[in-house]
């Protein structure tokens, strides 16, 4: 089902929401205050900071934007999960008993100034410590038109296994943390939906010995999106898999960042990414693999490709590689390119209509990021809301982009 709501630019005021925020903010309010002090000295990164010259944050923050999200309400009930909901900043208390007492962040003002912001505004957040895996998949629901900065944490103990569902249609402005740490033999599927609203987040993640970690991050509407993810692979046997798909159009600007630390001996990545990109869209791919000395027998795949929909939309892609091992198998590359002619013939042979064939080949291309879901249900959820988003293009403009 499509709701359609209406966008908004709703630019972080820090100064103001910390005044009105104080009486709620727990930990130390002091600590918190010196954080706000250091990120406001930072100011929102701009062009001139490497890891965001794609993505000059105070522009895109600023700019009024005219088109209007339809939100896809997503039907995980087949999962049965366990439900977290978190509206303007705040845990609804019928789904409070999952999550652990929220704990306030440590102030760490050699942090970089959106973490820093974060941690002088995060009021809530899911704080999950899981010592034996769960019985269902936990979903986390972010809803809501105003601004919020919430921090999430997952811990899991040796032989944990669990899936997090990050459901995000908040319309507003939202600064996210996500900070995860698995001991050994743990595994985690942690899957990011962005579908509406300004979103910055930053993911960290510490893996032990033969931990492994899985994330499927899937961007299909909103203005802002910078989903960025540093990942520290400390221990041998660690495995990390990034995977990523844009669906962009409108104004919207997509950003994916990833930086892949190989620390130990016998660690392995896998990253990929598929970006389609309509009207007007921009996305962004960074990918950053670093292999230590001592990393020695690394294997480390990369490749980000993108489907232009239009000569209006844009890709920045920046795969590197920074190996300072000599026994390792590493790569990355990048592709770029339109809607196959000869597969758009093909269809158009066998008697579909030729919106109907370009939906088809569009989501042939994104719902390529489900053969790394391993839930077949789950799978199922995001194929439908890959078919839902694609559905909304409708005929003038797959006609238009065609055109150009």
Request: proline share 2%; aromatic share 4%.
């Amino acid at each position: 089902m499509l709701i359609t709501v209406p966008k908004g630019s709703l630019m972080l005021n820090a100064l103001a929401h910390f005044e009105r925020a104080k009486p709620q903010l727990g930990g130390d309010v002091e600590a918190r205050a010196q954080a706000l002090q250091q990120a406001e000295l930072l100011g929102l990164p701009t062009r001139r900071v490497e890891a965001w010259h794609y993505t000059d944050l105070p522009r895109l923050l600023n700019r009024s934007a005219s088109s209007s999200d339809a939100l896809t309400v997503n039907d995980f009930s087949a999962l049965k999960p366990h439900y977290l909901v978190f509206e303007n900043g705040h845990l609804s208390a019928d789904s409070a008993q999952l999550s652990a007492e929220f704990v306030s962040p440590d102030a760490d003002l050699s942090a970089d100034a959106m973490t820093l912001y974060n941690q002088a505004l995060a009021e809530n957040g899911l704080t999950l410590n899981l010592d034996k895996s769960p019985e269902a998949i936990v979903i986390v629901e972010t809803k809501g038109s105003e601004t919020q900065h919430l921090m999430h944490r997952v811990r899991l103990s040796a032989g944990v296994k669990a899936t997090v569902v990050d459901d995000h249609a908040a319309l507003g402005y939202s600064n996210v943390i996500w900070q995860v740490e698995l001991a050994a033999d743990a595994e985690l599927t942690l899957v990011h939906m962005q579908q509406s609203g300004q979103y910055v987040g930053h993911c960290t993640v510490d893996l032990a010995t033969n931990a492994q970690f899985k994330q499927i991050t899937l961007l299909t509407g909103g203005d802002v999106a910078r989903h960025a993810t540093d990942v520290n692979l400390q221990q041998s046997g660690a495995k990390a898999d990034l995977h990523s798909a844009i669906l962009g159009n409108a104004v919207s600007h997509n950003d994916v960042t990833y930086t892949i630390n190989h620390q130990a001996a016998d660690t392995h990545s896998h990253t990929t990414s598929h970006q389609a990109l309509a009207d007007s869209a921009r996305g962004v791919f960074q990918g950053k693999v670093i292999v230590q000395r001592d990393a020695q027998r690394v294997d480390a795949q990369m490749q980000a490709r993108a489907m232009m929909l239009s000569g209006e939309a844009e890709i920045n892609a920046k795969p590197e590689l920074e190996i300072y091992a000599d026994d390792v198998v590493c790569a990355h590359g990048t592709a770029i390119g339109e809607i196959d002619a000869d597969a758009l013939f093909f269809l158009r042979a066998r008697g579909i209509d030729e919106a109907s064939a370009r939906q088809l080949l569009i989501a042939g291309f994104v719902e390529q990021l489900l053969t790394h879901c391993d839930d077949s249900a789950l799978a199922d959820v995001l194929r439908h809301h890959i078919e839902q988003k694609i559905s909304a293009l409708t005929l003038t403009k797959l006609e238009a982009e065609h055109a150009v």
